[in-house]
């Protein structure tokens, strides 16, 4: 099946820190991958849409000057949390789908929980 | 606004027997259907995909899609106490994007 690997897992870090998360699908082409938050006994929250080779798409409510995307790749999108804040600690995951096959559901990575004290 | 609703549970169910779980959504659009687990800390795990009328069955698990009553259930024959997670509905709309329900909480007692 398909294969979504996300890293790093965990970031413990100072506020004011940039973090960079990478998402990649390893054994198909994703030209569209998705970001979501997760906060605690709450689910998923999508917070924006990534297309290789443009500009990201982000819901309505996210900062895309606080959350940078950057989707260079058919296998590689990252998401930048800028100048992070305690409040932005909680549990980011990416998906991707394989477009080349109809129906195929989102995979998930294994996610990045990220603290910043 | 588009809508994924289930109930937050938690859904207490003994070892061995069904658990049932519902979900409904609110756009009519919405083609495809999914039912992903989630242990508590992990990223969710895709265990169904329903895309017409009727049942799908996998396993101990069979997903049912009543597009006409826009609503999907999942059922758990069999129930292990591995199978105590929350367990996430979720339809397509544009573009492939997915809108979560907020999860039921199953808990499989011994």
């Known amino acids: 099946g398909a294969v979504v690997s996300q890293h790093p897992s965990r970031v413990i870090c100072k506020s004011g820190t940039s973090v960079k998360i990478e998402c990649r699908s390893l054994?198909?082409?994703?030209?569209?991958m998705f970001w979501y938050r997760q906060f605690p006994k709450q689910s998923l929250m999508l917070m924006a849409t990534?297309?290789?080779?443009?500009?990201?798409?982000?819901e309505q409510g996210v900062e895309k000057d606080k959350f940078l995307i950057n989707h260079a790749s058919l296998t590689l999108s990252t998401l930048t949390v800028t100048s992070a804040h305690p409040e932005d600690s909680s549990f980011y995951i990416c998906?991707?789908?394989?477009?080349?096959?109809?129906?195929?559901?989102?995979?998930f990575g294994d996610g990045t929980r990220l603290s910043i004290l | 606004q588009k809508e994924v609703e289930q109930n937050s549970g938690p859904l207490s169910v003994p070892e061995g027997a069904i658990a049932s779980l519902n979900c409904t959504y609110s756009?009519?659009?919405?083609?495809?259907f999914f039912w992903y687990r989630q242990y508590s800390g992990k990223s969710p795990e895709l265990i169904m995909s329903i895309y017409s009328n009727g049942d799908k069955e996998d396993g101990r698990f069979t997903a049912q899609l009543n597009k006409a009553s826009q609503y999907v259930s999942l059922l758990i024959r069999d129930s292990q106490p591995s199978d105590s997670a929350t367990y996430l509905c979720?339809?397509?709309?544009?573009?492939?994007?997915?809108?979560f329900g907020a999860g039921t909480q199953v808990v499989v007692t011994p």
């Open positions: 998906s991707a789908r394989d477009w080349s096959d109809g129906n195929q559901p989102q995979h």
């Open positions: 756009d009519r659009g919405s083609q495809s």
């Open positions: 979720a339809s397509t709309f544009s573009w492939g994007k997915l809108q």
């Open positions: 054994d198909f082409q994703a030209t569209t």
């Open positions: 990534s297309n290789e080779g443009s500009k990201a798409t982000y």
